[in-house]
């Protein structure tokens, strides 16, 4: 069995429709993971707003016009006068749906079931574009299986042994066509896994299904070394290990979403990343397997915030970093990076919302100071210590940058620098000269 996911762009017109239609072809197994058309998840977001804000003209303003934009896939994508009625109506439904929220309160379950809409919508259109067009296919309710738990963490065990539930109604079918990103929750509801959360879906579906291969289908060409849309002359790498895209996705490569490494490393699945442009390109492969040259790729996260806590309570003594990490657990705060010093310690945060109540509890410690508007420039690759050289590379590049905190030793394939996102670009560009102009690129 084969995952293949295809991102909101690669099912975001009629005729991106078509090419992935081609690019399932095949008697071999497969089932097929499809985002929302591109636009669609935003469209739904400003909906929901506009719902929850009574501006309830506005929000059926914006339905219609979501709803226009479909009827015109539906004219481009369909020959036949019958799969156009059935896909109109089907629109009729799920458009009629979202009208029906404008007509009373709008609540936090009511906005989960809007922003479903869209990957319901882009699956139930190819279905139809497979029948029309002769592809025996199944369309498999997600709904049926994804499921998260209290902890809004995915019910591994539960999603198998219903994903087998579903698949076994159809012994005959190779082909299988489900949404991303939607779940249903612990009491049942309607539910989602998070912006970007398809590749997640195809990622836990396939360690479900014990895939032999997850492939996710977007718009580039795979993973690349340093971020495109800054620095001129990137290329794609043809292998990451697990732990090293996982670093990447996390700190700023928007190609993947960053808990979809996790699902498939447990299962030891590759995952592949590649190019519906392009479906010939090699693109990124994920694996168990670490190759090529110590450094691999550089990616940056901004929208960081550096806390540092001195105290002279520190010194020599032992459950201070307890105390001040329970801080950040009470608040359900995620700490990304973190240095220490016997008088202080600094760390990361990139959720800020409860900066506030933590900055107050950790005044108790001693002095706080916060920096806003950082960057992480996370340096990915295997930094083993016999392939030394590779710090001296990295920090020769960013000579002429302030660096505000480094770390490094925390995993084998990861090297960290806080900097101020206003040297960023700098750092990106340095970097890019200093530490890839030397190494031959695995591409
Ligand atoms: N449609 C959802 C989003 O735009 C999920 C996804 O595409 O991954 O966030
Ligand atoms: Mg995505």
Known sequence: MRILKFGGTSVGSAERMRSVASLIQGDEPKIVVLSAMSGTTNALVQIAETLYQNKNAEANALIDALHDKYKQVVEELYTTAEKKKQANDLLTNHFDHLRAFTRDLFTVHEERAVLAQG????TALFQFFLEENGIPSVLLPALNFMKIDENEEPDAAYIAKQLQVELAKYPDATLFITQGYICRNAFGEIDNLKRGGSDYSASLIGAAADADEIQ???DIDGMHNNDPRIVKGTYPIAQLSFDEAAELAYFGAKILHPSSVTPAKQKNIPVRLLNTMEPEARGTTISAERIGGSIKAVAAKDGITAIKIKSGRMLLAYGFL????EVFERYKTPIDMITTSEVAVSLTIDNDRFLDEIVAELEKFGQVEVD?????VCVVGDFIAKNSGSGLRIFQALKDIPLRMISFGGSRSNISVLIDTGNKVEAL??????????TTPNA
């Open 372 to 376: 806003r508007d950082q960057t992480i």
């Open 119 to 122: 990957e319901l919508l882009s």
């Open 429 to 438: 560009t340095k970097l890019n000269e200093g530490i890839f102009e030397r």
């Open 322 to 325: 307890r105390s001040v990490f």
């Open 216 to 218: 996710i289908w977007t």
